[in-house]
Nanobody, 119 residues
Framework: VQLQASGGGLVQAGGSLRLSCAASGSIFRINDMGWYRRAAGKQRELVASISSGGSTKYGDSVKGRFTISRDNAENTVYLQMNSLKPEDTAVYFC??????????????WGKGTLVTVSS
């Protein structure tokens, strides 16, 4: 399973960006999908996650500003980021929990996409 993220870039504070991450390959079932980020000099943190049924979780710093959604038919997860702040600047990584054809759980990471918010 491969995860391909897109949508990062440079935006001014207060602006918006939308990240997308599409899973491809030999997919049986994807459970939770999510976005994590790692800012320079900081540890990776959860931004948001969403279950296959649509239940969501958000990191405290993005609640009310970011919205995660997914298209199960397309195996794609989205992150709508509004009211961006300079402290949102980070590399954003897509993550997926996959159940393979043998019933085993596998966890996959996509290559990061850089989001830069200028003040």
């Amino acid at each position: 399973v491969q995860l391909q993220a897109s949508g990062g870039g440079l935006v001014q504070a207060g602006g918006s960006l939308r990240l997308s991450c599409a899973a491809s390959g030999s997919i049986f079932r994807i459970n939770d999908m999510g976005w994590y980020r790692r800012a320079a000099g900081k540890q990776r943190e959860l931004v948001a996650s969403i279950s296959s049924g649509g239940s969501t979780k958000y990191g405290d710093s993005v609640k009310g500003r970011f919205t995660i959604s997914r298209d199960n038919a397309e195996n794609t997860v989205y992150l709508q980021m509004n009211s961006l702040k300079p402290e949102d600047t980070a590399v954003y990584f897509c993550n997926a929990d996959h159940i393979n054809w043998y019933g085993r759980n596998e966890n996959y990471w996509g290559k990061g996409t850089l989001v830069t918010v200028s003040s």
